[in-house]
């Protein structure tokens, strides 16, 4: 297990667990990540910017601190 923040581009995983305060899990959830679902790495800004991550056909672009708040499992296709 890792964390979303950690991944690498073009990597696909599922959300293991959400680790993360009160206000940042509901907003985290209303954006669609939900334990279970499977997601990918799209883009990664320089200097630790923010991740272009897709869940489904949403594309969500997210803070790296956010994005260590959140556990995945990696896989291979």
Do not use: C, W
């Not at 073009?10 to 907003?27: C, D, P, T």
């Not at 997601?39 to 991740?51: C, D, K, Q, T």
């Not at 272009?52 to 056909?57: P, Q």
Request: net charge positive; no cysteine.
């Amino acid at each position: 297990m890792q964390l979303l923040s950690q991944l690498k581009i073009g990597q696909h995983a599922v959300i293991s667990a959400i680790e993360a305060e009160e206000y940042l899990f509901h907003r985290l959830s209303a954006l669609g990540f939900r334990v279970g679902k499977p997601l990918s790495l799209i883009r990664r800004a320089n200097f630790n910017g923010p991740l272009h991550v897709r869940l489904g056909t949403t594309d969500v672009i997210l803070r790296s601190t956010e994005a260590a708040f959140i556990r995945i499992n990696p896989f291979s296709d």
